[in-house]
């Protein structure tokens, strides 16, 4: 089946099921390699992309629910205001370990600072709680994102 996407800013048109997670949409045959694979059940969070400026988990969410939203990955996030100070502040602060987790994390860190650009660190851990970080980088991720919201 033929879908228009709204990929950061461009239109793709794919040729894929109605049923192929976006993940594999965006990795496979768009080529944005960035958005990374995890559990294939939502629960880590590796794979978050932006879905009209709202996180979602790419592995779980169907091509065909799309429709005309329109889809920001960890490759365009640092064309926004916020997206540019989270991902300076990750550097600043030194968040990467392994690295693997990180476009999930700056995905939904991002998302977080658009909705509440002071954040406490309760609207942070609710934000957030649905990445994991097998390195524990969780100390330096909570001080990118409150770095950033100062910036």
């Given at each position: ?5 709204a ?6 048109q794919?040729d894929v099921?109605?049923?192929m ?20 059940i939502?629960?880590?969070?590796a794979?978050t ?7 979602i ?12 939203g ?11 205001d916020?997206?540019?100070k989270?991902?300076?502040?990750w550097?600043d ?5 392994c690295?693997?987790?990180?476009s ?5 860190a ?8 002071e954040?406490t ?11 994991i ?6 100390p ?8 950033a919201a100062?910036a």
């Open positions: 089946m033929k879908f228009d996407l990929i950061n800013g461009e239109t793709r794919v099921p109605e049923d997670p976006l993940l594999w949409v965006l990795r496979d045959v768009v080529g944005l390699t960035g958005t990374k694979f995890g559990c294939g939502a629960q880590c969070g794979c992309v932006h879905l009209d400026g709202e996180p988990r790419s592995c779980v969410t169907a091509v065909s629910e799309v429709g005309t329109a889809i920001t990955t960890i490759e365009a996030v640092g064309e926004t916020v997206g540019r989270v991902q300076a502040a550097l602060l030194e968040v990467v370990q690295g693997y987790c990180q999930g994390q700056i995905m939904s991002s998302a977080l600072l658009k909705a509440t650009p954040p660190d309760a609207d942070i851990d609710a934000a957030m709680s649905g990445n970080c097998r390195c524990g980088t969780y330096r991720i909570r001080a990118a994102i409150k770095s100062k």
